[in-house]
């Protein structure tokens, strides 16, 4: 019978619930127990695939297509696993199923109300995911107290009630400010969220404070009371520079002996020696690797959360510091690529639109013509392929019709079964995607095998009535999909590396199995630099 774990925030968001999640998921998963997570979201999105990054991070793309929270992202390069759409569920999945339940008559009869109708859905959703793990770890975003996570946390109070004491645990993580300049932990913010997680129906079994330093033990004395939590249940997760320490750091707290007392799950003892040594790796790394990143979305780190990590995993396999720096693409447009010159390579991310284009254009070309270790990723892939057609084929107004529809040389284009389509929610070339990697190209000596399988998010693509005349000028195609059809990969061969994809690496990167791609830019990164000095 599997075991639960609900992990719900209070006093406000952003408090790295998904990072708690995942760090627990790992110490239970080093302690060979089958473990996954499931984060549920309560807005009424059907998904996040519709959303800005810059309203609520990245859309986290999973194998099989779906667009999701980014914590899903946290499982999965915490986890070393693969997850699925159905790991994120979503208020809007949770009603469009019971009112489509609702129209095909299920309910005959009967008035559909939030319980037992909404709560039951959910429920369901969460015991299907469960079903074959020791432990699933099922994160509630948003904060106790929202009105729209009301359901969710019902449904959680159920379930305790149906599976049995045993076989659930609630985690509830708070804030604890520290008033300056006293430096002094005030605990009221902990207390009040939990007498409102209590209003709800649900006793948390372990309090999880967040803080800009370790609490004290009056403190969590003081917690303990106040909450009815047993004091070695209530648990100190201060600021840390790394995130990949988190697991070590809630190990030390004793984080896992609560949960094993209430939930029996008899002896949990994780090896963490892997673990420990890359984060000391990481820790420990003397030599940087300064990165310029130009992108658009650069108001919210949180907005290429996934591209930050696979960079932190390449330089935690070589041993480097890789120094990460946004530059905002408008300010590219504004200033020139002067403000690149300092970086030892470029990276330019995915993206959407004409704001802000021309400054990633304007980052290509200078790459290019500086010959700086250079990555495209998606909208950066297509517009490498703008510059290199405008500035070296020498097309006047060549572009992708998403953000010209009227170009003369329409080299990105709309892909053809993305014609016609007017729903913009789960429409566009998702997921998981078989590619052919040439062999005697930069892309067959960074993965070494002419299939590899990837991760994609786009409308656009090659227009394949330039194809010919791009490689006539220089352009290498060196990864195809789709029979040779749709392009995956460019390089530029007179080039220290010049590279570009289609699809996302970033996406399959993992703190203990890197992408190969980010650990080949800091390796020539590295080397370019060094050629220099």
């Known amino acids: 019978?599997?075991?639960?774990?609900?992990?719900?925030?209070?006093?406000?968001?952003?408090?790295?619930?998904?990072?708690?999640?995942?760090?627990?998921?790992?110490?239970?998963?080093?302690?060979?127990?089958?473990?996954?997570?499931?984060?549920?979201?309560p807005y009424l999105n059907v998904d996040a695939g519709t959303m800005n990054p810059l309203v609520h991070g990245e859309v986290f793309v999973t194998e099989d297509g779906g667009e999701c929270d980014m914590d899903i992202g946290t499982y999965e390069r915490f986890l070393n696993i693969t997850l699925t759409k159905r790991h994120n569920l979503t208020t809007g999945q949770v009603y469009l199923s019971v009112i489509k339940a609702e129209r095909r008559g299920d309910y005959?009869?009967?008035?559909?109300?939030?319980?037992?109708?909404?709560?039951?859905?959910?429920?369901?959703?969460?015991?299907?995911?469960?079903?074959?793990?020791?432990?699933?770890?099922?994160e509630c975003g948003g904060t106790v107290g929202d009105i729209e996570g009301l359901p969710f946390l019902e449904a959680f109070r159920q379930m305790k009630l149906e599976e049995g004491e045993d076989n659930?645990?609630?985690?509830?993580?708070?804030?604890?400010?520290?008033?300056?300049?006293?430096?002094?932990?005030?605990?009221?913010?902990?207390?009040?969220?939990?007498?409102?997680?209590?209003?709800?129906?649900?006793?948390?079994?372990?309090?999880?404070?967040?803080?800009?330093?370790?609490l004290s033990e009056e403190a969590k004395r003081k917690i303990s009371l106040f909450t009815n939590v047993p004091l070695d249940a209530v648990i100190s997760n201060p600021d840390l520079e790394n995130v990949y320490e988190l697991p070590?750091?809630?190990?030390?707290?004793?984080?896992?002996?609560?949960?094993?007392?209430?939930?029996?799950l008899g002896n949990v003892s994780p090896d963490l020696t892997k673990w420990e040594k890359i984060v000391m790796k990481m820790k420990n790394a003397r030599e940087t690797v300064k990165i310029g990143m130009v992108g658009k979305y650069t108001r919210l780190v949180d907005?290429?959360?996934?591209?930050?990590?696979?960079?932190?995993h390449a330089g935690a396999k070589l041993g480097v510091k890789?120094?990460?720096?946004?530059?905002?693409?408008?300010?590219?447009e504004k200033s020139g690529v002067s403000i690149l010159r300092s970086y030892d390579a470029i990276i330019i991310p995915g993206g959407f639109g004409k704001r802000g284009s021309e400054g990633k254009i304007m980052a290509a070309d200078f790459a290019r013509e500086a010959k700086k270790p250079f990555f495209g990723i998606c909208f950066g892939f297509q517009l490498?392929?703008?510059?290199?057609?405008?500035?070296?084929?020498?097309?006047?107004?060549?572009?992708?019709?998403?953000?010209?529809?009227?170009?003369?040389?329409?080299?990105?284009?709309l892909l053809p079964e993305q014609r016609g389509i007017k729903e913009m929610g789960a429409t566009m070339r998702l997921g998981v995607h078989?590619?052919?990697?040439?062999e005697g190209t930069l892309a067959w000596s960074i993965y070494r095998k002419n299939r590899i399988w990837k991760r994609h998010r786009h409308r656009y693509e090659v227009n394949p009535r330039y194809i010919e005349l791009l490689e006539k000028g220089g352009l290498i195609f060196s990864g195809s999909s789709d029979n040779g059809r749709r392009q995956e990969i460019l390089e530029l061969s007179d080039h220290p590396f010049y590279l570009a994809t289609q699809y996302h690496p970033e996406f399959s990167s993992r703190l203990e199995n890197p992408e190969p791609i980010f650990v080949s830019l800091l390796e020539a990164a590295l080397k370019a630099r060094g050629s220099k000095d």
């Open 1 to 41: 019978m599997p075991k639960y774990i609900f992990i719900t925030g209070g006093v406000l968001s952003g408090l790295g619930k998904g990072s708690l999640t995942a760090s627990i998921a790992k110490l239970l998963q080093l302690s060979n127990k089958k473990v996954s997570c499931m984060k549920i979201d």
């Open 108 to 138: 005959l009869g009967r008035c559909v109300q939030i319980i037992p109708h909404i709560t039951d859905e959910i429920k369901s959703r969460i015991r299907e995911l469960g079903k074959d793990e020791d432990v699933l770890l099922v």
């Open 168 to 214: 659930v645990f609630f985690i509830h993580l708070t804030l604890a400010p520290v008033l300056k300049p006293s430096n002094e932990i005030k605990t009221k913010p902990t207390q009040h969220s939990v007498q409102e997680l209590r209003r709800i129906g649900i006793q948390p079994d372990m309090i999880v404070v967040r803080s800009e330093i370790p």
């Open 248 to 264: 070590l750091l809630l190990y030390r707290e004793g984080v896992l002996k609560p949960i094993v007392r209430k939930l029996n």
């Open 303 to 312: 907005s290429y959360v996934s591209l930050n990590h696979a960079i932190l």
């Open 322 to 332: 890789p120094i990460i720096e946004w530059v905002d693409s408008e300010e590219v």
């Open 384 to 413: 490498s392929v703008v510059s290199f057609a405008r500035n070296v084929l020498g097309l006047k107004g060549a572009n992708s019709t998403e953000l010209d529809p009227n170009t003369p040389h329409p080299v990105i284009d």
């Open 434 to 438: 078989e590619i052919r990697v040439r």
